[in-house]
């Protein structure tokens, strides 16, 4: 399978524990975002990532919140001191950006999502 | 505001009604309009990219269209199968803060009854 993946794909923690989950990208795309998702909500902007380079980061992203993309491949989103409202799904997606103007450069492909529910 | 807003909330259809899904926005200079199908506990699968007014894509049963101001996604002879949310999301151009950003609608809930 060559689409993006999310690792592990439930995670029920207790409060105030930390939770780490995993993306890997479509292999050839330089751009990976994440994102949060709530029950009829749309997608949540939380990060950017341009190959290993952090470029941007919501306003709404608490301290608590930390992502990496150490070799521009796959990616790590953290959690620290979770708490309930934290409950979301969480999902990555990637992209592949192009030269040139307009292309398929932001047409996001999404991973199956990573369900946390903090208790 | 950069803004995008899905109508109606939900549609409830029998097999074979056709119907249409609307996305309207109000971002100037659109770079890109995205939709997407989600089905529950899944994450959003890519659909179609429009670019320009006048524009259309098809797929199957799915057509979907854009103007100066809003985007339709038309279902013909729908069948359960397409039961899902359907999600809109734009592109605006680049400034401090947007880059690259999507902006997104709540999506439409359609459920396509045999």
């Known amino acids: 399978d060559t689409g993006v993946s999310q690792n592990p794909r439930h995670k029920i923690t207790k409060r105030g524990q930390n939770v780490t989950f995993r993306c890997d990208p479509i292999?050839?795309?330089?751009?990976l975002y994440w994102y949060r998702q709530t029950l009829g909500q749309g997608p949540e902007f939380l990060t950017y990532?341009?190959?290993?380079?952090?470029?941007?980061k919501s306003r709404l992203l608490s301290d608590r919140f930390s992502a990496e993309r150490p070799k521009g491949s796959f990616s790590t989103l953290e959690i620290q001191r979770t708490e309930q409202g934290d409950s979301a799904m969480y999902l990555c997606a990637s992209s592949n950006s192009a030269s040139g103007a307009i292309s398929s450069y932001n047409e996001q492909f999404f991973g199956p999502g990573t369900r946390l529910t903090v208790l | 505001e950069d803004q995008v807003t899905q109508s109606p909330e939900a549609l409830r259809l029998q097999e074979g009604e056709s119907s249409s899904l609307n996305c309207s926005y109000t971002v100037s200079g659109l770079r890109g309009l995205f939709w997407y199908r989600q089905d529950p506990g899944k994450g959003p699968e890519f659909l179609f990219t429009?670019?320009?007014?006048?524009e259309e894509k098809e797929k199957e049963r799915l057509k979907a269209t854009l103007t100066k101001k809003e985007s339709f996604l038309h279902i013909t002879a729908p069948k359960p199968e397409d039961s899902a949310t359907y999600l809109c999301?734009?592109?605006?151009?680049?400034?401090?803060?947007?880059?690259?950003?999507?902006?997104w609608g709540l999506g439409t809930s359609l459920a396509v009854n045999p």
């Open positions: 990532f341009q190959n290993e380079a952090q470029l941007e």
């Open positions: 429009l670019y320009s007014a006048g």
């Open positions: 999301a734009v592109q605006a151009p680049y400034n401090a803060g947007n880059n690259r950003k999507l902006i």
């Open positions: 292999s050839e795309h330089n751009r």
